[in-house]
T-cell receptor, first 117, second 113 residues
Framework: AQKVTQTQTSISVVEKTTVTMDCVYE???????LFWYKQTASGEIVFLIR??????ENATVGHYSLNFQKPKSSIGLIITATQIEDSAVYFC??????????????FGQGTKLSIKP | GGIITQTPKFLIGQEGQKLTLKCQQN?????MYWYRQDSGKGLRLIYY???????QKGDLSEGYDASREKKSSFSLTVTSAQKNEMAVFLC????????????FGKGTRLTVV
């Protein structure tokens, strides 16, 4: 069955430091896609970054990067040089690539990130 | 660019009432989703549709019906509102079914009295 788990409920770090948020997933599909989204205080949800299961290289977009550890079914989000405006709730999500569940996008429980000055 | 419009923004219903939430997107996306978000919690998938006339149940479909009337619109019906269903319902869409990002609407906040 498809499942995404984020065990960190909340994290607080000082501005300009690096933070890592954890996410583990379960799937029977050999092809899948992992996403990270950010929900701001206003409720808006925006896409940040994606990792395709068949790619060995970790994805990087701006100051976001991923730590993809396929044998551990783990996809961590790393934010470097954090800023106050990075304070938000971060969601990990997964879509399977084929089969009966193709298109089904499920989310983890979210991690609330607070950046302190 | 495009936009996802959810109506109404706020919905107050009576316990046991049948309530309908609507979602329209002008991205020309094939795939649309309905999620429920309880206060301080994650997003749980209720229904999704990978193309017009398609309907797939998510993990939280019991108590809900959905309808993909046309490519641009996707409705969700709460068949019998319960007090523990106070939540924000989020509609989302994407151009494909695998590696494309989804875009979210601003949500409908449901309160059951």
């Amino acid at each position: 069955a498809q499942k995404v788990t984020q065990t960190q409920t909340s994290i607080s770090v000082v501005e300009k430091t690096t933070v890592t948020m954890d996410c583990v997933y379960e799937t029977r599909d050999s092809s899948y896609f992992l996403f990270w989204y950010k929900q701001t205080a206003s409720g808006e949800i925006v896409f940040l970054i994606r990792q395709d299961s068949y790619k060995k290289e970790n994805a990087t977009v701006g100051h976001y990067s991923l730590n993809f550890q396929k044998p551990k079914s783990s996809i961590g989000l790393i934010i470097t040089a954090t800023q106050i405006e990075d304070s938000a709730v971060y969601f990990c999500a997964m879509r399977e690539g084929r089969g009966y569940n193709q298109g089904k996008l499920i989310f983890g429980q979210g991690t609330k990130l607070s950046i302190k000055p | 660019g495009g936009i996802i419009t959810q109506t109404p923004k706020f919905l107050i219903g009576q316990e046991g009432q049948k309530l309908t939430l609507k979602c329209q997107q002008n991205f020309n996306h094939d795939t649309m989703y309905w999620y429920r978000q309880d206060s301080g919690k994650g997003l749980r998938l209720i229904y999704y549709s990978i193309t017009e006339n398609d309907l797939q149940k998510g993990d939280l479909s019991e108590g809900y019906d959905a309808s993909r009337e046309k490519k641009s619109s996707f409705s969700l019906t709460v068949t019998s509102a319960q007090k523990n269903e106070m939540a924000v319902f989020l509609c989302a869409s994407s151009i494909g079914t695998v590696n494309t990002e989804v875009f979210f609407g601003k949500g409908t906040r449901l309160t059951v009295v």
